[in-house]
Nanobody, 122 residues
């Protein structure tokens, strides 16, 4: 059974930093982070392709978040800096066996973790 397990969430003040991790039970072609704030749609935060390390970011996090992948450990990371209250959400790890399609479309990912909460206070 394929598993994605996130960790590293927590509470931080605005301007602070957090790092998220997602350990996968197998390798994937594409992995991503999504987030869902209360009462809002789940949105793509960042993605990375295992071959070539191509990355994509939502405009709202560019310059503040960095996605990376340790292929040897099947572990995905999200380094988050200069956090803002609007970054508060449940963060989910997602994975796909295929490349192609829009990186921030939920339907392109067949595997999901259970999420880890990030709360940013003023």
């Amino acid at each position: 059974q394929v598993q994605l397990v996130e960790s590293g969430g927590g509470a931080v003040q605005a301007g602070g930093s957090l790092s998220l991790s997602c350990v996968a039970s197998r390798s994937f072609r594409v992995m991503a982070w999504f987030r869902q704030a209360q009462g809002k749609e789940r949105e793509g935060v960042a993605s990375i392709e295992a071959l070539g390390d191509t990355t994509n970011y939502a405009d709202s996090v560019k310059g503040r978040f960095t996605i990376s992948l340790d292929s040897a450990k099947n572990t995905l990371y999200l380094q988050m800096a200069n956090l803002k209250p609007e970054d508060t959400a449940m963060y989910y790890c997602a994975a796909s066996r295929q490349t192609g399609g829009y990186w921030d479309h939920r339907a392109n990912y067949g595997y999901w973790g259970r999420g880890t909460q990030v709360t940013v206070s003023t």
